[in-house]
């Protein structure tokens, strides 16, 4: 059974930092591309970045670029995103999916994706 976990959400103040994690089992990991999407209800989901299997390959939305950081440890099945200079339009759910990771990798059909953890950006 496909199964991916978020963690490392939590209420940060603007301009603080935050590290996701997504825990990946029922795979074989290594040749897997992920992706990190986020999402704010009533508004469509946001790819935030995805990375390759190898993993010479990462993307980033323009929306993060410059902030956020996506890596991968493939002997602990986990992507990470480290999330600087964070700003309230930041908050919303984020949940890691597999996808390809490719320059439209937003718009891929998620058949595998976890439930999500929130970031919320306040003072």
């Known amino acids: 059974q496909v199964r991916l976990v978020e963690s490392g959400g939590d209420l940060v103040q603007p301009g603080g930092s935050l590290n996701l994690s997504c825990a990946v089992s029922?795979?074989?990991?290594?040749?897997?591309?992920i992706g990190w999407f986020r999402q704010v209800p009533g508004k469509a989901r946001e790819g935030a970045s995805c990375i390759s299997s190898s993993p010479d390959i990462v993307y980033y939305s323009d929306s993060v670029k410059g902030r956020f950081a996506i890596s991968r440890d493939n002997a602990k099945n986990t992507v990470y995103l480290a999330m600087n200079s964070l700003k309230p339009e930041d908050t919303a759910v984020y949940y890691c999916?597999?996808?390809?990771?490719?320059?439209?990798?937003?718009?891929?059909?998620?058949?595998?994706r976890g439930q999500g953890t929130q970031v919320t950006v306040s003072s």
């Open positions: 999916a597999i996808v390809p990771c490719t320059a439209r990798f937003g718009d891929s059909d998620l058949s595998y």
């Open positions: 029922g795979i074989t990991f290594r040749i897997y591309h």
